[in-house]
């Protein structure tokens, strides 16, 4: 089974909509971390959090946000859906901030 | 803005030859990773760096991280076909708390 889980895989939405992504881990990792992939771009950081209680913006923060329901689940919404926030978006997880992450397959997000 | 950069953004090789994907950071870096992500997957941790100067080999990929832990390059000896995919290098800022991903290179291998 998978360490790390995301749902759903795939989600074509219409501008204006609410969405939420979810992402489950079974590594036991206090860190949890979403990331936006656009093609040229690499991966950038949205947010990220250390422990349940604490939640801190990425890089491109603005449009999303997150809750932190468990040690095990991170979720990622977007409150009002735009066509520039269609990409590829990846959960990952970490034992420390600097030890290597662990991905999940990816939410393939198109917004029309 | 990036605060890693990485080049080149894209190489086509034919099969058998070298290949070589550099890192370079501003500032100083805590540490290096390196991650792979095939065509249509997700990041896959390969290795990380530490010490400076430090070099590690895994089969036909050789790492290396700069004296002064700014830069930091990947080269593949004798490519095949199973290299192909997207080379992410990931810095931890000195005194930061997060990695910074480069944009990544896509390697192409031409059979």
């Known amino acids: 089974d998978a360490d790390v889980t995301q749902t759903p895989r795939n989600r074509i939405t219409k501008t204006g909509k609410r969405i939420m992504l979810e992402c489950s881990q079974t590594?036991?990792?206090?860190?949890m971390y979403w990331y936006r992939q656009d093609p040229g771009l690499g991966l950038r950081l949205i947010y990220y959090s250390f422990d349940v209680k604490d939640i801190n913006k990425g890089e491109i923060s603005d449009g999303y946000s997150v809750s932190r329901q468990a040690q095990a689940k991170f979720s990622l919404s977007l409150e009002s859906a735009i066509p520039n926030q269609t990409a590829l978006y990846f959960c990952?997880?970490?034992?420390?901030?600097?030890?290597?992450?662990?991905f999940g397959p990816g939410t393939r997000l198109t917004v029309l | 803005g990036q605060q890693v950069m990485q080049i080149p953004q894209y190489q086509h090789v034919q099969e058998g030859e070298d290949f070589t994907t550099y890192c370079n950071s501003s500032?100083?870096?805590?540490?290096i990773q390196w991650y792979k992500q095939r065509p249509g997957g997700h990041p896959v941790f390969l290795i990380q760096?530490?010490?400076?100067?430090e070099v590690k080999k895994q089969k036909r990929l050789t790492f290396q991280f700069g004296e002064a832990k700014k830069n930091s390059s990947l080269h593949i000896t004798a490519t095949q076909t199973t290299d192909v995919g997207t080379y992410f290098c990931a810095g931890t800022l000195e005194y930061g708390n997060k990695l910074v991903f480069g944009a990544g290179t896509i390697l192409r291998v031409k059979s």
């Open positions: 590594k036991g990792h206090d860190r």
């Open positions: 500032t100083t870096l805590s540490n």
């Open positions: 990952a997880t970490s034992l420390y901030f600097d030890n290597e992450q662990f």
């Open positions: 760096l530490v010490k400076s100067g």
